[in-house]
Structure formats: structure tokens, C-alpha cells
């Protein structure tokens, strides 16, 4: 400690210093200050602490609704894989993918969700070619891990029924 006390005009200039020192410290990361004075300063930070808060309300809203979008994501494709898993009979690609045909004439939609693992874009396209069928239009989307494909195709001289045509499709995929 001190050894002999300060006088009371001495004590002052400290504290003055020191609150000058913390003035220096806000005006240093206060973005915006209008006017050098002490009082703008304090009014430039309160505004700035505002728009701050006002900016983590909004990412927090953000953060919870994408949470609760991806929570809904992970729910829906946990009852595709359960109910693909109990109505279809055919072997799979793998664990949680899923093939849906669609047929109107020469013509046919393919749908394939899966993992996006294993390059599952280029095994399609290799099992429609193997197939023999001209592809009009494809298209790949993903979302986390799960991809999504589909392919409009014409059918050439070979006719295939929807199941027929699924089934060939995952054997020449797996």
C-alpha cells in the first residue's frame, strides 16, 4: 500500500485519469462516434450496444429456426427410410436410400434418395445408360448427407414396367 495517505486534489486527478484511461479504452471500440466530446461518446456506445444486442436477437431467432427446420428434416427422412424400409420388398442401394419409378408412357421419372456417399449422381447415370434409356433431364440436390436425384428418361426400344424398371435400376446400382 501507500505509505502516507494522498490529499484529496491528488486522489481526484487519479480518478480522473483513470476514468479518462476507460473513456479512451470505449471510444477505441465504439465503431461510430459523432463528436469527440464524453457525452456523445457515452450515447454513441449505448446506441452501438443496441444495434449489437438487437444483432444476436436476430441470429439467436435465426440459429432456432434453422434448428427447427433440420430437426423437421431429420424427422422426415427418418419416416421415408421407415416407411420405405416396411413397403418395399426389393433390396435397397443401401441402408437409407430409396427408389421411386414413375412411368407415363415411353416416358419415365426417376427418383433417388440416398446418402451422398459413393457417388451415387454417377451411378445413376452409368445404370440409365446400361439400361439403354435416354435421359431428357436430371437433377441432384442435397441437404446434409442426404442426396436427392431425379431423371426424366425416354424409354428406347426396351418398354419396362415401374418395377420392372426399379429393379433393374438397383441391381445395376448395387
Do not use: W
Not at 487519479?14 to 479504452?25: H, I, W
Not at 427447427?68 to 418395399?88: H, P, T
Request: charged share 30%.
Amino acid at each position: 500500500g501507500r505509505e502516507k495517505p494522498l490529499n484529496h486534489v491528488e486522489a481526484e486527478r487519479l480518478r480522473r485519469e483513470n476514468l479518462n484511461q476507460r473513456f479512451y479504452a470505449l471510444r477505441a471500440v465504439v465503431p461510430k462516434v459523432s463528436k469527440m466530446d464524453k457525452a456523445s461518446l457515452l450515447g454513441d456506445a449505448i446506441i452501438y450496444i443496441n444495434e449489437l444486442k438487437s444483432k444476436a436477437e436476430n441470429f439467436e431467432s435465426e440459429k432456432n429456426k434453422i434448428q427447427i427446420q433440420l430437426n423437421e428434416l431429420r424427422e422426415e427422412i427418418a419416416g421415408r427410410n421407415s416407411i420405405s424400409s416396411v413397403g418395399q420388398n426389393a433390396p435397397k442401394l443401401d441402408s437409407t436410400a430409396k427408389i421411386d419409378v414413375k412411368i407415363m408412357g415411353c416416358d419415365a421419372i426417376v427418383r433417388v434418395e440416398s446418402s451422398k456417399r459413393n457417388h451415387p449422381g454417377a451411378r445413376l447415370m452409368n445404370a440409365l445408360m446400361n439400361l439403354e434409356v435416354e435421359v431428357n433431364h436430371a437433377s441432384i440436390s442435397v441437404i446434409n448427407d442426404l442426396m436427392i436425384q431425379q431423371a426424366t428418361v425416354k424409354m428406347g426400344l426396351r418398354i419396362y414396367t415401374e418395377e420392372q424398371l426399379r429393379a433393374m435400376l438397383i441391381s445395376e446400382i448395387n
